[in-house]
C-alpha cells in the first residue's frame, strides 16, 4: 500500500500500544516512551520498503517488478528488520536508549510495536491486487488479497482521527485534521471518489475523534479507546470487503463460463475501489486448449447494481462503463495470446524474468505487459519491450519467484 497509509496505521498501533501500558513512574520517562513508540511504529510500518534503494539491480521494469515487495516483504527478513530498527533506535536515540535500560515495560513495548508495524506493513500489501510472497525461502508464491484498494482512506480515518484527536497543541491538531479531510475532498472533486464514500469517511473521523475526547480512561491514555475502535473498524472494513469479493468472483465465474462454456477460467484479478466495497476493476485469464490460446478480459462490477450501478464507479480509477453496459458488470477489453507463442517466448531469459512477476501476462507487438494495470493494448509501468533486450546479458540477479502464470507455461518455464 501507499506510505501514507502505512505510516498512519503504524502511528495509530504505536499509540495503542503505548495506551495499553502501564505508565512510567514520571513524566519525563512516559513523554519519552510516547514519542518512541510512535516513531517505532511508524517506521515499522515502513521498513520493507527499503528495497526500493536496489530495484535498479535489474534494467527497468524487472528491477521494480521483481525486487520491490522482494525479500523485505518476508517473515524471515522482518525478524532482522525488527533487530535492525531496534538498534538504531538504541544507537541513535540516547533518551530512548536510556529509558530502555532501566523500564522493562518500554522494552517490551518497542519490541511488540516494531513486530506489529513490520507484521502489518506484510499484511496490507498482502491485500492488494499486486501480491506479496511473505513465505520465501520455504514457499516463493505469491499470494493475492484483492480486497483493497492501494491507497485506502478507511484506514486514514480509522487511525488518523483518533490520532489528530490527541495532538496536545491545537493548531497542529486541526491542521492534521484539515489534512486528512482536505485529500479525500480533493480526491472526489476529481472523481475518484464517490460523495456517498467521502460522507461515510467524514462520519468515521467524527465519531473515532468525538470518542477521544470524551472518553474518560484511566493512567491519563486518553485516546486508548478510539484507537481501539479505529482498529475495530479497519478489521470491519477488510471483513466487509472479503464478502463482496466472494459475491464478485461468483458473479464473474458465471459471467466466463456463458459467454465461453469452452474456456478454464485460471484466475480472477480484482481490485477494490478506494473506500468502496460495492465497485471493482477485475482481469479474469482463461485457457482455451481446444484453440491453443489464452484469453485476458478486463472488466467492471458492481456487486449491488441496484445501489452502485457500474456506471457509477469513479471513471478515473478503471475506465467508464459503456452506455450499454448492464447494471452489474462492464466489459473494457479483451484479447486472445497464443499459448505457443507464450511458451516460446519465455524460453529468453528476459521474458522468462519478467513471467515471474505477470499475473495477467500480455505479450503482444513485441512488448510484454501485465493488463492489471491498465486496459488491454496500452503501456504501464510493467510494459517491457522484448526486442531491446535481445542484444543484452541475461538479468541477474532474478529472485526465485514461483510463476503466477505457471497454469499457462506447461513445460517452457
Do not use: K
Not at 523500564?103 to 516494531?114: C, D, E, F, K, L
Not at 492534521?176 to 467521502?198: N, R
Not at 493512567?219 to 463482496?244: D, K, T
Not at 486472445?336 to 495477467?360: I, Y
Amino acid at each position: 500500500m501507499d506510505n501514507i497509509t502505512h505510516s498512519v496505521v503504524g502511528l495509530g498501533i504505536g499509540a495503542l500500544i503505548d495506551r495499553s501500558l502501564p505508565p512510567e513512574p514520571d513524566t519525563a520517562r512516559e513523554r519519552t516512551r510516547q514519542r518512541m513508540l510512535l516513531t517505532v511504529g511508524c517506521l515499522a510500518s515502513n521498513f520493507p520498503d527499503l528495497d526500493l534503494v536496489y530495484t535498479r539491480i535489474l534494467p527497468a521494469p524487472l528491477g521494480y517488478l521483481l525486487h520491490h515487495r522482494g525479500h523485505t516483504h518476508t517473515l524471515l527478513a522482518a525478524l532482522g528488520e525488527v533487530l535492525v530498527l531496534l538498534a538504531l533506535v538504541w544507537l541513535l536515540w540516547p533518551n530512548a536508549r536510556r529509558l530502555l535500560q532501566v523500564s522493562a515495560t518500554a522494552r517490551w513495548g518497542a519490541v511488540i510495536a516494531a513486530c506489529a508495524g513490520l507484521l502489518l506493513h506484510l499484511s496490507m500489501d498482502g491485500m492488494n491486487v499486486y501480491g506479496v510472497h511473505p513465505f520465501w525461502p520455504w514457499n516463493t508464491h505469491w499470494y493475492y488479497g484483492d480486497l483493497v484498494f492501494i491507497v485506502e482512506p478507511v484506514f486514514w480515518f480509522a487511525f488518523g482521527a483518533p490520532l489528530a484527536a490527541i495532538v496536545p497543541r491545537p493548531r497542529l491538531r486541526w491542521l492534521f485534521l484539515g489534512l486528512m479531510v482536505l485529500i479525500p475532498v480533493v480526491a472526489t472533486l476529481l472523481g475518484f471518489l464517490q460523495w456517498g464514500s467521502l460522507a461515510a469517511l467524514v462520519a468515521i473521523g467524527l465519531v473515532l475523534a468525538w470518542v477521544t475526547r470524551h472518553a474518560h480512561e484511566r493512567h491519563g491514555a486518553r485516546g486508548r479507546l478510539a484507537l481501539a475502535a479505529g482498529l475495530a473498524v479497519s478489521l470491519a472494513f477488510i471483513g466487509v470487503q472479503a464478502v463482496a469479493l466472494q459475491q464478485a468472483r461468483s458473479v464473474l465465474a458465471a459471467a466466463v463460463r456463458t459467454l465461453d462454456p469452452g474456456e478454464r477460467l485460471l484466475d480472477t484479478a480484482l481490485s477494490a475501489y478506494p473506500a468502496n466495497p460495492l465497485c471493482w476493476s477485475f482481469v479474469t485469464v482463461a485457457r482455451d486448449d481446444a484453440g491453443g490460446s489464452y484469453h485476458l478480459r478486463r472488466g467492471l462490477l458492481s456487486v449491488a447494481p441496484g445501489i452502485d450501478p457500474v456506471r457509477a464507479c469513479p471513471a478515473p480509477i478503471a475506465g467508464r462503463a459503456s452506455e450499454d453496459a448492464t447494471p452489474q458488470l462492464a466489459w473494457l477489453g479483451d484479447r486472445r495470446e497464443s499459448l505457443a507463442e507464450l511458451q516460446s517466448l519465455a524460453r529468453d531469459c528476459h521474458v522468462n524474468a519478467w513471467l515471474r512477476f505477470a499475473r495477467a501476462p500480455s505479450i503482444a507487438g513485441g512488448l510484454a505487459t501485465d493488463v492489471r494495470w491498465g486496459p488491454v493494448g496500452s503501456t504501464n509501468f510493467s510494459t517491457m519491450e522484448i526486442a531491446a533486450q535481445a542484444d543484452t546479458p541475461c538479468p541477474h540477479p532474478v529472485p526465485d519467484w514461483t510463476y503466477p502464470r505457471a497454469d499457462l507455461l506447461g513445460s517452457a518455464h
